[in-house]
């Protein structure tokens, strides 16, 4: 099948020379900093531009880095608005919710500040605070109508029943980018693209997709969405390939296991197993240096790649524990359904499903967990509305 063709797009500086753009300023920032080492507006500024670079690679080391300089920068200056702020923003990427609200409150005033007032509407939305996150997603937006905050909208309506209205929203944060900001404007294009792949509409997740790659070329986070909208389409080799590409550039431990999820999926089981046990060792050695934000990946990995339901239970707890919302109610719900306990899968399910969420996953865990239970009818709803929402939800599919 080939893919849809697009309208072009003007194409500006890509990932390859941002990233290099972006070196460039830390290496320059770096040799100013030798000569005035103690110079706060200099520390301040590097450690944007390391938070910068670290999102570009997506790699561990460099957050590791940022961290670093981040609790230097507070130990020498003290708690200044931009560096808690940043920590806070640091902390929230990796799930790590209290941390982040007490980074907040670090400076008194900060909580006040719009960005502040954003992450904190964040938290509220992963903590399951569903209908406070989108009121204050809408005060703010009504405040400041910024591209992010109409994508954070976006995003709560694609989770939380309308498709349309999301994709609206997502379409007119589009529109307020200028052409300097290709990255957000890629960035927005995959979450378009997303939403049409979660609802089976592959031809407009294409779309999505290439007009992603034209805006912002080279990016391997555009290359892993591609990699896996081919393997749902069941072009398998080619999304092999491109999984590998991926993982060249960004050896991420969930799109080596993505990838080794693609062997299992087309019965090249001895592929898979070494891919696993690199992945599995990295999940585990980031939760042995203190990291969460690995909990929900082995959560799912015990429960659906390595069969260990005990295992599962376990982290799905620890994931629940730190943020309760339909994605962790429902990933719990799963794994103590492997683990043959039906009666808490069944309270769990039930939590994740009153929240209004609307994804063809959730619901498919649903009619097996009510099937288990003897509820045959409500198991038969569930698995008609996972077919309503997604007719192809039994394709391939990331862990994300």
Known sequence: ??????????????????????????????????????????????????????????????????????????????????????????????????????????????????????????????????????????????????????????????????????????????????????????????????????????????????????SYPGHWHTDEHIAELLAAEGRFEEAEAMFQSVLAHTLKPELQQALAELYLFTGQAAKAQPLLDTAEAAYLASVKLGGVHYFHHLADFYTDVRHNPLEAVRWARKDLELRSNFSTQSALAQALHCNGETSEALQYIKLALASGVQDARIFSIAAAIFESAEKTSEAQNYSKVALRINPRHADFHMHH
């Open 1 to 214: 099948m080939a893919c849809p063709s697009v309208l072009p797009i003007p194409q500006l500086a890509g990932y390859a020379e941002e990233l290099d753009r972006t070196e460039q300023d830390v290496a320059q920032l770096e040799a100013k900093l030798q000569r005035h080492p103690n110079n706060q507006e200099l520390r301040i500024r590097l450690a944007y531009r390391l938070f910068h670079r670290a999102s570009l690679t997506g790699r561990m080391e460099p957050f590791q880095a940022l961290e670093t300089a981040i609790h230097q920068n507070i130990q020498q200056f003290g708690p200044k608005e931009d560096l808690c702020l940043l920590k806070a923003n640091l902390d929230f990427r990796f799930h790590r919710l209290a941390e982040t609200q007490r980074d907040l409150e670090m400076c008194p005033l900060l909580p006040g500040r719009f960005d502040a007032r954003v992450l904190l509407a964040d938290i509220k939305f992963q903590q399951g605070q569903y209908e406070e996150a989108r009121l204050d997603f809408e005060a703010l937006i009504q405040e400041n109508r910024t591209w992010d905050n109409l994508a954070r909208l976006a995003h709560w309506k694609s989770k939380l029943g309308d498709p349309a209205e999301a994709d609206r929203l997502y379409e007119e944060a589009e529109d307020d980018l200028t052409a300097k900001q290709m990255r957000a404007y890629a960035w927005l294009e995959l979450q378009r693209g997303v939403l049409a792949l979660t609802h089976g509409h592959y031809a407009h997740a294409w779309k999505h997709y290439r007009r992603a790659q034209a």
